[in-house]
C-alpha cells in the first residue's frame, strides 16, 4: 500500500507569478479532473470522508439493523426524524451520499490502478536497470581490488546475486566494463497491486449478497410453525433484486426450547445455554427431519440459513369483550428490555365490541415488589410470573389499512380505563388470574406462559467471494508492507594485468532495510567466490 | 487449588501488578526529570555539543546507547530501575491474566474487565519484545503510564467476578478474533506513543528528549509497528465477520462496533497512504495516526459503554 501513487508531488511552495493560464478546452478539463480525482490527495480525503459518514450510522438507529429502534426513535423525536428521512440517517451505509463517496474511493483506486497494473506488467519483463555512471554516489557502495580475472568476478557476483534471488543482467558497458545488474523485491508491488485489486473484488462480492439476498427475523412461540413466506416474516430486509417467489418452500416447527440461566453467584442471572428442537421438511412433503438448533450452530436449508438469536416470553391471553365472546386468546410475545427479561408487549383487539380494547405493559418472570421502584423483575427465570398492564378502549388503529407493529401501540385513537379516583386502571395478574374491566367492557385472563425464540433468516450469496477477497488483500498486505524492493550493480573492470577493480553498489526502493550491511557482505561474498583468500582490511 | 481459589490469586495479582507498574512509572518519571539537568549528548562521538533551541539536533542512531558522561548518571539508574520494576510487574500480570482464564476455564477475554487485562498485557509484552530490537527504552514512561491506567480503571470500574460465557461467545472463534485484535490493538498503541512523542520530539527539544532517538529515527519506528498493527486488525476483523456469519445470520451488519472497526481501519489505511505522499509525511502522518488509536479507543470504552448492539454482552 506505501506510495502506491508515488508520483504524487507536492505543489505547495513559491510558484512564480504567471500570466493568466488560458481557459481549458474540455478534452483538457476532463484530463484535469481525471488527474484530480486520482491523486493520493483525493484519495485520502475520500478515505477520511468515509470514516466520519460511518460515525452517524453508529448513532442514530439504523433501519435495515434494528427497525424497532427506528419506530422508538420516530415516536420520540418526529420532527428530528423529518430531517432525519430527508437525509437518509436511518440508513446510512445504503444512502446516496454514502454510496457516492465510496464509489468515488473506488474510481479513484481504479484510475491509480489500471496504468501501474500496466507500468507492473512492462517492469516484470524489461531486464534489470543499467547501473548508473557514478556508482559511489549510491546510498551503499564498495570498492574491491581483486586478482581475479573481471570476467570471473562478473560470474561470481551474479551467481551471487541469483543464489540471492536477484534477476540478474550482465552486459558490457561502453567503457567495456563488465556489468551485473541485479534487482529483486516485484512481490512488493504484486502486493500492492493485489491488495486494492482485493477490496474491489470484496466490494463486489458484499454488493453482490447486497442485490440478491435476504435477511429477516421472526419470532415464533415454543410449539409453534414457521413456513417461510413472506407474510410470516415479523422483519424482512429483501435485496434489491431479489423476489419473492425465490424463497425456498421450507417449513418448520419448534417442538421444544430449552434455556437455564446461572442460579446463584456472582453472575447469578446470566443466561447459560439455550436451544431449540426443531422439526423441519425441505418442501411441503418432504419427509421432516429434526434439528437441534444452537446459538453460533445454524440449520442450513437450500442455501438459507437459519439462526437461533434470542428468545423471550409470550403470556397466554384470553381477552373477552363487553359481550362476554372471547374476543381473543393466545400466546402474545413480550420483547425483553433487559437482562431479567423484564419484557414490554402489546395486546390489540380489534374484534372487541361494543368498543375496541388494548392492553399493553409489561411481564416480569421473577416478580419482586421493590419498595421505590414497584413491581420489577429480579431473575430471568419464570419462577414468579407476573403481567402488569395498562388498559385502554377506542380505536386500535388496524382498520384503515396501514401497516403497524404488533410490538408497538399507537395510542392516538385510544382511551385510558380510569379508576373511580382519577387513577390510570392498573392491574396486576398472576397466571390463572382474570381481572374485570369497568364499566363492563369485557375481561381479561393471564392463562399462563409461552417461551418464544427469535430467529434470524438469511440468505447471503456468494459469501466466499468477499471472504477470499478479504485473504487475499491480508496477503497482498504483507507483502506490500514486507518486502523490500532492491536493486544492486556489480561493475569489474581490469585496472592493471593481474588486479581488478569491482565496484558494488545498491539502492533500495523502500526504507527500512539494512542497505549498507548487505552491500558489505555482497562483497566478501564476491570476493570469496572469485577465488581470494579473505584480505586484511 | 480451587477456581475460586484461583480467582482469588487473580485478582490479588491484578491489583499488585497495577502497583508495581505504578511504581516503574515514577522511575520513568524521575528518569525524565534527572534528565533535565543533562546537557545535551552527542550519542554517537560521546562529544557533547551545544545546540541552539529549536535547532535540529544531531541524528541519533536507534541501537547506540547515550555515553554517559556524568560517572553517577541518575537519569539513566532510574531509567533501568524503571525497567526492571516493568519485567517484574509483566510476570506478576500474566500470572494475574492466566490464572484467570484458568478460574473461569476458558480463554480471559471474555468481558470488559478481562479484555483490559489482556489487552494491557499485549501491550507490555509488545512493548518488552521490540525492547531489545529497536532500543524503545524511552517508551517506558508512556507505557508504563498507560498500562497502569489501564489496570486501574480495569480493577476499579470494569471488574466483574470471573464465570462462564453468555451463549454467543461459545465458539472459538472468540479466541482467534479477540487474540489478533488485542494483539492488533497493543501494537496500534505502541505505535500511537511512538507517533506523539515523534510529534514531541520535532516541537521541542532538551532534557530527556535529547537522549531519545531523533524524530526520523522514532517516525520509522512508529510506521514498522503500524505496518505490522494494520494486517493483524484486518485479519481481527476477517475473523469477527465469519464469527458473525455463524451467530447473527450476517457477515457484516453495521453493528456499532463493526462500524467503529470499520472506521479504525479506514482511518490507518489513510495514515499508511499518506507516509508515503509528499505533503503528508511526518507531523499530518503521525495526527492520523492517533486519530487511528482515538477511534480505536472509542471503539473499545465509548462503544462498550454507551453504545447498544449486539456486541453488547462485552460490556461490563
Known amino acids: 500500500m506505501a506510495a502506491l501513487r508515488g508520483r504524487e508531488r507536492g505543489i505547495a511552495g513559491g510558484a512564480p507569478r504567471q500570466a493568466p493560464a488560458p481557459p481549458l478546452r474540455p478534452a483538457e478539463f476532463l484530463r484535469w479532473a481525471w488527474r484530480q480525482l486520482t491523486s493520493m490527495r483525493t484519495a485520502l480525503m475520500l478515505l477520511f470522508l468515509l470514516a466520519i459518514a460511518a460515525v452517524p450510522g453508529s448513532v442514530i438507529p439504523q433501519s435495515p439493523v434494528d427497525p424497532l429502534a427506528v419506530a422508538r426513535y420516530r415516536l420520540l423525536h418526529p420532527a428530528l426524524s423529518g430531517w432525519y428521512d430527508r437525509l437518509g440517517l436511518f440508513h446510512v451505509y445504503s444512502s446516496v451520499w454514502f454510496g457516492a463517496i465510496y464509489v468515488m474511493l473506488m474510481v479513484s483506486l481504479l484510475g491509480c490502478i489500471v496504468p501501474r497494473v500496466r507500468v507492473y506488467w512492462r517492469g516484470l519483463r524489461a531486464r534489470p536497470p543499467r547501473a548508473p555512471r557514478n556508482l559511489v554516489r549510491l546510498p551503499a557502495h564498495q570498492t574491491l581490488e581483486l586478482s581475479a580475472t573481471p570476467r570471473e568476478v562478473a560470474d561470481a557476483a551474479a551467481a551471487e546475486l541469483r543464489g540471492q534471488r536477484f534477476r540478474v543482467d550482465e552486459y558490457a558497458d561502453e567503457d567495456g566494463r563488465l556489468v551485473v545488474a541485479g534487482e529483486k523485491g516485484f512481490l512488493r508491488e504484486a502486493g500492492n497491486l493485489v491488495f486494492h485489486i482485493s477490496l474491489l473484488v470484496v466490494l463486489i462480492g458484499v454488493g453482490v449478497a447486497g442485490l440478491y439476498g435476504y435477511k429477516g427475523a421472526v419470532i415464533v412461540v415454543d410449539g409453534q410453525g414457521f413456513s417461510n413466506t413472506l407474510t410470516q416474516y415479523d422483519e424482512f430486509t429483501p435485496g434489491g433484486r431479489f423476489n419473492p417467489a425465490d424463497l425456498p418452500p421450507f417449513s418448520f416447527t419448534v417442538d421444544a426450547f430449552h434455556v437455564s440461566f446461572q442460579p446463584d453467584g456472582p453472575q447469578m442471572g446470566a443466561p447459560r445455554d439455550f436451544d431449540a428442537d426443531l422439526t423441519y421438511s425441505t418442501s411441503p412433503g418432504a419427509t421432516p427431519r429434526h434439528y437441534h438448533l444452537q446459538v453460533n450452530h445454524p440449520l442450513e436449508i437450500d442455501g438459507t440459513s437459519v439462526f437461533l438469536v434470542g428468545h423471550g416470553y409470550a403470556p397466554r391471553i384470553t381477552v373477552r369483550d363487553g359481550d362476554g365472546h372471547v374476543s381473543f386468546s393466545g400466546p402474545v410475545p413480550f420483547l425483553p428490555q433487559d437482562g431479567s427479561f423484564t419484557s414490554y408487549g402489546v395486546v390489540k383487539v380489534p374484534d372487541a365490541q361494543p368498543t375496541q380494547l388494548a392492553f399493553e405493559g409489561y411481564f416480569l418472570p421473577t416478580l419482586q415488589l421493590d419498595p421505590r421502584q414497584g413491581p420489577i423483575s429480579v431473575f430471568p427465570d419464570e419462577l414468579n410470573p407476573a403481567l402488569t398492564l395498562l388498559a385502554y378502549h377506542g380505536d386500535v388503529g388496524l382498520d384503515d389499512g396501514i401497516a403497524t407493529s404488533v410490538y408497538q401501540l399507537d395510542r392516538a385513537g385510544l382511551t385510558r380505563f380510569r379508576r373511580p379516583d382519577g387513577q390510570p386502571f392498573r392491574m396486576q395478574l398472576a397466571p390463572g388470574q382474570t381481572v374485570t374491566l369497568p364499566h363492563g367492557a369485557g375481561s381479561i385472563r393471564f392463562d399462563g406462559v409461552d417461551r418464544f425464540v427469535k430467529l434470524q433468516i438469511s440468505h447471503a450469496p456468494a459469501k466466499v467471494v468477499p471472504l477470499f477477497g478479504v485473504l487475499a488483500a491480508i496477503l497482498g498486505l504483507i507483502g506490500s508492507l514486507f518486502v523490500r524492493p532492491r536493486r544492486a550493480w556489480v561493475r569489474a573492470r581490469e585496472d592493471q594485468p593481474g588486479r581488478t577493480v569491482v565496484e558494488v553498489a545498491g539502492l533500495d526502493r523502500a526504507a527500512g532495510g539494512d542497505l549498507a550491511a548487505d552491500i558489505d557482505a555482497l562483497s566478501s561474498r564476491i570476493r570469496a567466490r572469485s577465488g581470494e583468500e579473505e584480505e586484511a582490511p | ?316
Not at chain 2, 75 to 92: E, F, Q
Not at chain 2, 296 to 308: A, Y
Open chain 2, 1 to 316: 487449588m480451587s477456581t475460586a481459589d484461583l480467582a482469588g490469586w487473580s485478582n490479588l495479582a491484578i491489583s499488585t501488578a497495577t502497583v508495581v507498574y505504578a511504581l516503574a512509572l515514577l522511575a520513568h518519571v524521575t528518569e525524565w526529570a534527572s534528565a533535565r539537568q543533562v546537557r545535551p549528548v552527542d550519542v554517537e562521538a560521546g562529544v557533547r555539543v551545544t545546540v541552539p533551541t529549536g535547532a535540529p539536533l544531531p541524528p541519533v542512531a536507534p541501537g547506540v546507547e547515550p555515553a554517559s558522561t556524568d560517572p553517577p548518571d541518575r537519569s539513566a539508574v532510574y531509567g533501568r530501575i524503571g525497567l526492571s520494576l516493568t519485567l517484574v510487574a509483566v510476570g506478576i500480570h500474566a500470572f494475574g491474566v492466566l490464572s484467570r482464564g484458568l478460574a473461569a476455564g476458558r480463554v480471559p477475554w471474555g468481558n470488559m474487565y478481562e479484555f483490559s487485562i489482556t489487552g494491557a498485557l499485549a501491550v507490555t509484552v509488545a512493548y518488552l519484545a521490540l525492547l531489545w530490537r529497536y532500543r524503545l527504552a524511552w517508551l517506558g514512561l508512556l507505557v508504563t503510564g498507560f498500562v497502569t491506567t489501564v489496570l486501574g480503571v480495569a480493577v476499579l470500574v470494569f471488574y466483574v467476578p470471573a464465570g462462564p460465557l453468555v451463549p454467543a461467545l461459545h465458539s472459538y472463534w472468540l479466541v482467534i478474533h479477540v487474540a489478533s485484535a488485542a494483539v492488533a490493538g497493543g501494537g496500534f498503541t505502541i505505535g500511537a506513543m511512538a507517533s506523539a512523542l515523534y510529534l514531541v520530539k520535532s516541537r521541542w527539544s532538551g532534557g530527556y528528549l535529547d537522549r531519545i532517538p531523533s524524530a526520523a529515527a522514532i517516525d520509522r519506528i512508529a510506521y514498522r509497528v503500524h505496518a505490522f498493527a494494520f494486517p493483524l486488525w484486518t485479519f481481527a476483523v476477517l475473523c469477527g465477520a465469519i464469527w458473525a456469519q455463524y451467530a447473527w445470520g450476517r457477515y457484516w451488519g453495521w453493528d456499532p462496533k463493526e462500524v467503529w472497526a470499520f472506521i479504525t481501519w479506514v482511518v490507518y489505511a489513510a495514515y499508511l497512504h499518506a507516509r508515503s505522499t509528499a505533503g503528508w509525511q511526518g507531523k499530518i502522518a503521525a495526527w492520523i495516526a492517533l486519530a487511528g488509536f482515538a477511534t480505536f479507543l472509542f471503539n473499545f470504552i465509548g462503544i462498550n459503554l454507551w453504545g447498544s448492539g449486539l456486541h453488547s454482552y462485552a460490556g461490563i
